[in-house]
Nanobody
């Protein structure tokens, strides 16, 4: 059983930065694709970023140039570095995992993932 625990969410001013972490227990992190999703109040969950088991990253257009995703296999942790934060980035951010080699499917949906964390709140406000 893979357990995912997110941390790093906080209240930050517009233009600020945060780094979210998702620590994975279990023994499948190294073979898992990982993803970050976010869900704002009253909105659907949306994909933010993914990273393959061999560390190939991908980000949605709305966060490109501001966010980066990375993973540290020694720590079984995936990170989401966020900068230039905007009020519209306010959401609960959750990480997801699935054992998978290679590229992810196009338009990967939330149902593709097997494991989910509980989420961490990011609030961008002055």
């Amino acid at each position: 059983q893979e357990l995912l625990v997110e941390s790093g969410g906080d209240l930050v001013q517009p233009g600020g930065s945060l780094r979210l972490s998702c620590a994975a227990s279990g023994n499948i992190f190294s073979i898992s694709a990982m993803g970050w999703y976010r869900q704002a109040p009253g909105k659907q969950r949306e994909l933010v970023a993914t990273i393959t088991s061999d560390s190939s990253p991908d980000l949605v257009d709305s966060v490109k140039g501001r966010f980066t995703i990375s993973r540290d296999s020694a720590k079984n942790t995936v990170y989401l570095q966020m900068s230039g934060l905007k009020p519209e980035d306010t959401a609960v951010y959750s990480c997801a995992a699935r054992p998978h080699y290679g590229a992810l499917p196009d338009r990967v949906s939330p149902t593709w993932w097997i494991y989910w964390g509980q989420g961490t709140q990011v609030t961008v406000s002055s």
